[in-house]
């Protein structure tokens, strides 16, 4: 088990997910690097003209229970517990 600090430097930084093990089985978060690119689809598209050049800046989202994604809103519990640890699965795509 590992504190929050260890998991961002050790783990989510090399591309690897974590979890707090008081979470359900399934939920996970990982890090999703930072980006430049043109708008080509929605729902950008809705927002942007096709070939608007964005950069999506670095930030932490998690996995849901039901495989849905969505931005992790970190909480004051979770940066001090220290029952953080790796989640690898079969299905994890290096």
Partial sequence: MYSFGEVVDKFLMNGVRVR????????FIFLVKGSTFN????????HYPAGTQITYHPH???CLQTGEICV???NQEDVLESDWETYITEDKVE
Avoid: F, H, S
């Fill in 39 to 46: 708008v080509n689809r929605a729902p950008l598209l809705g």
């Fill in 72 to 74: 992790w809103g970190i």
């Fill in 60 to 62: 932490i989202d998690m």
């Fill in 20 to 27: 707090r093990a008081a979470w359900v089985e399934g939920v």
